[in-house]
């Protein structure tokens, strides 16, 4: 029963649907036939009434009439019939489009005026999202990379992370977990690639056996490493299997010569894979070789990452291996790690980037609330132009709900246009974007792997966006339109809604304002900040010994000894010196300085290794003793110059020069092993105290460094400097060619001028500062346009009293003032809002900061003013343009 | 004579019911409504027309056009099946709440008691 009750029910609900949406469809397209229906049957309707008010008395005409009169407006009785079909909201929209497009064209300079605003609004935010959806909403190349993650043991009684892990404690965690599907390590590794016509550095990774299953990444030829291979196979990335080997399908099993040795390729990488060794400081890696086994477990050498198995959270897994852990710490008193923690892979390989990301999203969503208030203020002006358009059609019968709706099109209509300049602009700004993105960031490689463009995910934010904004500008007008008229009595004063609006506007451009003042302030401070040396005619690259070729401390020296003496006899060459670490580089050799005799450490100082003449080449004063010199070789005591920092640290009352310190020798012994490497102590006298430098970034404050000369310290990478007498950049091929005539097979990377590595360390905040100073100069135009539309609209209501009052004998500047006052009350809730707002906010910019507190009073003052001037400006010109308005005109304006 | 605003949502109902004893056009079912109602209810064309196509929509009546006297043809309206049985659901259903509302409006007030 209630089974046949349901059944045509539904039966009913589908033949309704039909018959309605047949009859929809013939109201539609076959309108004339059903209009002349309709005309037809009321028609009809008034002769029969016409007819039977003849049968009682009336005369033909009064019947007709009467009958009329009875049914009302023919017009209004249509519109009922045909509003019932579902067909007629497709008809209103379609007419309220057509008619908004008609308004739309009439108001020419109001539509460009708007549509521009809001595609400044919607474009900036559509931009900023397409590189927050590259950076962040992008998943990893690799499937269910939720359940990757990135293990960091923890060390010394403070549990600190650190990155690496020994190889030889992975190996025990590998076999011992069972919360994770797979372990596998990697390390960086660059290769210098040999035997073809121009040596060639690779970056690439040593990677364990496995490392790809646990990314999830199937080779695309080959296989990848078994436990079982020797330490001569490689895999190559996609893209050196296309550039190098032309793509050739038979290339696995062919030989690759690395370091002079030949290796064989067993496997080429999907084109979607871009690994990096370190997520922002390498780039992707193009080769990948096994890890070299080390066994010594206080040897931090591979990173580590994991797939946990299905199922598992990351609780247990952390509970599990922490057990592992300790377990291991007790077995082997040696190992230093005592706990773990753990990342996902995803938000490892984001990192900062998404804090750079949201602050700009949160910046730029600002510049489009600015955008939407000034439509907003726009239309609140149309609206008041088309008063009497609304009192007719209300007149005429259009209901409150209708012109809403009429308004709200057109609105839509303008959004519409603005979102699709906005997405335009963006389109044309989002390439810009990736070339100024600061390179070793890791918004950078996001940027640069996740190959930054506009996609469908953009585009429906756009839609979106659009809409969004619709509902912000334009809500508030509409129903103030549509409200009924309010006796329009020039009161004088901006009323409630336009004030908050241009307050609001002042407000958050200030905060802009303040934000990119700040981060100008930041790089002013970190450029003025002396680097310690000369920057200027300094040309710097990178040479990296192939193990098999220079295999001892000896042949390693002496190469370098005789690429300085030829580089140092090219006639454009003042001087030139080598060093393990290039300052501000990042990177430096951290190790114990200790007293000796005693085992008591001192601290810790950056170890260098430098040619006898880096100082010179440099430009690093020497303040006391002596340089290296030619003198110190291998076979001579080990002497050292230390900084001024390390002198006023750890000899804060004595002269430093002529001290001995202990210092440790990293050794490393090829045994069966694997390679065994420790730190040996060895005696040391200090000759020479030199100036600071910054070592590890601009903004770094100096630490204690030690200088020794390489001859005692062996080093196979070094980074030579050139002191050249004119621009650097153009002696490049020259200095090139004269390494190549030491060594032929040798690579040379990373030539650049130190101008530009000093260009670099500034390159992420001057990102910040571009993005933010360009949103706020945009706020700010935004904001003076808002300010001058209300204050001239203010001017134009006013036309006939002013004409009054300067009939009367008014001064020019008691107008001026006249114009002025409206504005200004909100001006200064504004400005006070947005002082309040900024000292709120710019806290989140604390980071990008550089010795300029996110409260800097000086910055805020002088913010404040350009505010000030800016608004003030853009009030006073329409006040000016008040006082040359003619009495005679303004008492006949009405 | 003093006519009166239908009861609200009864203009269905009576137009079925007008129609189902013979297919009428427009003015015929307003001048049988007025007729049958002695006057009370005057139905204007404005809510007439777009009842007459609502039902149409739905099913519960047809058109027929029918040709007039003075050459021309009217649309007349027809009740189908499921007008019929939409209008004795709708007549039960009226009848009980008829009766339920005279039920309460005899009840005595409180004055009363």
């Known amino acids: 029963m209630l089974g046949l009750f349901f059944a045509l029910v539904v039966k009913e609900i589908a033949m309704f649907r039909i018959r309605s949406v047949v009859a929809g469809l013939r109201a539609l397209f076959r309108k004339r036939q059903v209009e002349r229906e309709m005309d037809e049957e009321l028609r009809d309707y008034l002769d029969a009434a016409a007819k039977d008010k003849m049968r009682s008395g009336m005369s033909r005409e009064e019947a007709t009439r009467a009958a009329r009169v009875e049914m009302g407006s023919v017009d209004a009785v249509k519109e009922e019939i045909r509003s019932v079909g579902w067909e007629s909201t497709l008809e209103t929209i379609w007419q309220d489009l057509r008619f908004g497009l008609r308004v739309l064209r009439r108001n020419r300079g109001f539509t460009a005026v708007a549509a521009l605003t809001l595609a400044l609004g919607i474009g900036g935010t559509v931009g900023v999202f397409s590189l927050l959806d590259a950076v962040l909403l992008r998943p990893l190349p690799y499937p269910h990379s939720e359940r990757l993650f990135r293990l960091f043991p923890l060390e010394g009684k403070r549990k600190r992370g650190v990155e690496q892990a020994s190889y030889t404690d992975f190996r025990d965690w590998q076999r011992q977990t069972r919360t994770f599907e797979s372990l596998a390590a990697y390390q960086g590794e660059s290769l210098n690639l040999t035997g073809t016509a121009e040596p060639q550095r690779l970056e690439g990774s040593a990677i364990t056996p496995g490392f790809f299953a646990t990314l999830g990444v199937a080779p695309v030829l080959g296989r990848e490493f078994r436990s079982e291979d020797t330490e001569s196979v490689a895999i190559l990335s996609y893209t050196l299997w296309q550039r190098r080997f032309g793509g050739d399908a038979g290339i696995i099993g062919k030989p690759i010569h690395l370091e002079g040795r030949g290796y064989t390729i067993v496997g080429v990488l999907p084109s979607r894979v871009h690994f990096r060794s370190h997520p922002w400081a390498t780039p992707v890696s193009d080769i990948f070789v096994p890890v070299v086994p080390t066994p010594a477990r206080n040897w931090h050498s591979v990173r580590v990452l994991g797939r946990l198995a299905p199922g598992v959270s990351k609780e247990q897994a952390l509970a599990e291996m922490n057990g592992i852990v300790a377990r291991l710490a007790q077995a082997y008193p040696e190992s230093e790690a005592r706990g773990i923690a753990f990342e996902s892979l995803a938000q490892y390989v984001v990192s900062d980037a998404s804090q750079t990301a949201w602050l700009l999203l949160g910046a730029v969503a600002f510049v489009l609330l600015i955008s939407c208030s000034n439509v907003a203020n726009l239309l609140l002006s149309q609206g008041a132009a088309r008063e009497r358009e609304m009192a007719i059609r209300t007149a005429v019968g259009a209901s409150r709900g209708r012109i809403l709706r009429q308004l709200l099109t057109e609105s839509l209509l303008l959004a519409g246009s603005g979102g699709a300049i906005g997405v335009a602009l963006a389109y044309w700004a989002i390439p810009l974007v990736g070339r100024i993105a600061p390179p070793f960031s890791s918004l950078f490689s996001r940027l ?447 | 004579m003093k006519s009166s605003e239908l009861v609200q949502g009864t203009l269905d109902m009576l137009i079925l019911k007008t129609l189902a004893l013979e297919p009428l056009h427009g003015y015929g079912i307003a001048l049988r409504i007025e007729q049958i109602s002695k006057g009370v209810f005057r139905v204007n064309p404005g809510s007439l027309f777009p009842a007459f196509r609502r039902l149409e929509r739905a099913g519960r009546i047809k058109p027929e056009w029918r040709p007039t006297e003075n050459n021309r043809r009217a649309k007349f309206y027809q009740l189908t099946n499921l007008g019929r049985k939409q209008l004795k659901a709708e007549t039960e259903e009226w009848a009980r709440q008829l009766a339920a509302i005279t039920r309460i409006m005899r009840a005595p007030a409180i004055s009363d008691l």
Not at chain 1, 625 to 645: F, K, Q, T
Not at chain 1, 869 to 885: D, E, N, Q, W
Request: net charge neutral; glycine share 8%.
């Open chain 1, 448 to 894: 640069q792997d996740a190959n930054l463009h506009l996609n469908w995910t953009v585009l429906v934010f756009s839609a979106l966006l659009s809409g969004l904004s619709t509902i912000l500008f334009a809500a508030l007008p509409a129903w103030k339109a549509t409200r009924p008229a309010q006796s329009s009595l020039a009161t004088g004063r901006v009323s409630r809604l336009r004030g908050g609006l241009i307050a609001l506007e002042v407000a958050l451009s200030l905060v802009l304002l303040v934000g990119a003042g700040l981060m100008l302030k930041s790089i002013v401070r970190l450029l003025e900040e002396g680097v310690g040396f000369r920057t200027e005619h300094l040309l710097t690259m990178d040479v990296s010994l192939s193990e098999a070729k220079y295999s001892t401390a000896d042949k390693q020296a002496a190469y370098f000894d005789e690429l300085l003496r030829r580089l140092s006899l090219m006639p454009e060459v003042v001087s030139a010196g080598a060093t393990v670490d290039l300052p501000l580089t990042r990177s430096e050799t951290l190790n114990t300085v200790e007293i000796p005799g005693t085992h008591q450490m001192m601290g810790t100082a950056g170890y260098h290794a430098v040619s006898a003449g880096y100082f010179r080449a440099m430009g690093i004063p020497l303040l006391n003793g002596r340089e290296l010199g030619i003198a110190d070789s291998a076979s001579s005591p080990l002497v050292g110059v230390i900084n001024r920092s390390m002198a006023i640290k750890y000899w804060p009352t004595e002269n430093p020069v002529g001290k001995t310190i202990v210092v440790y020798r990293y050794v490393a012994e090829e045994t069966s092993a694997g390679t065994r490497v420790q730190f040996k102590p060895h005696l040391l006298e200090i000759v020479g105290i030199v100036g600071d430098v910054r070592q590890l970034g601009l903004d770094v404050p100096p630490d204690p460094e030690l200088f020794m000369p390489y001859d005692q310290w062996p080093a196979q990478e070094m980074s030579l400097v050139l002191r050249i007498a004119a621009e650097p950049s153009w002696l490049i091929p020259r200095v090139e060619k004269e390494i190549w005539r030491v060594d032929p097979d040798q690579p040379v990377t990373d030539i650049k001028t130190m101008d530009e590595w000093v260009e670099r360390e500034a390159a992420g905040r001057r990102f910040i500062l571009l993005l933010i100073g360009a949103f706020a100069s945009i706020a700010a135009v935004l904001a003076a346009v808002g300010i001058y539309g209300v204050a001239s609209y203010g001017m134009r209501q006013r036309t006939h009293e002013i004409g009054v009052r300067m009939a009367l004998g008014a001064r020019r500047q008691q107008i001026v003032w006249l114009i002025l006052r409206q504005n200004l009350s909100w001006l200064v809730i504004g400005i006070a809002a947005g002082l309040a707002g900024a000292m709120a906010l710019t806290r989140l910019l604390a980071s990008y900061l550089y010795s300029v507190r996110p409260t800097d009073p000086s910055t805020f003052a002088l913010i404040m003013l350009v505010q000030l001037a800016i608004a003030g400006l853009a009030s006073f010109i329409p006040a000016h343009r008040a006082t040359k308005v003619d009495p005679m005109v303004a008492l006949r304006y009405e």
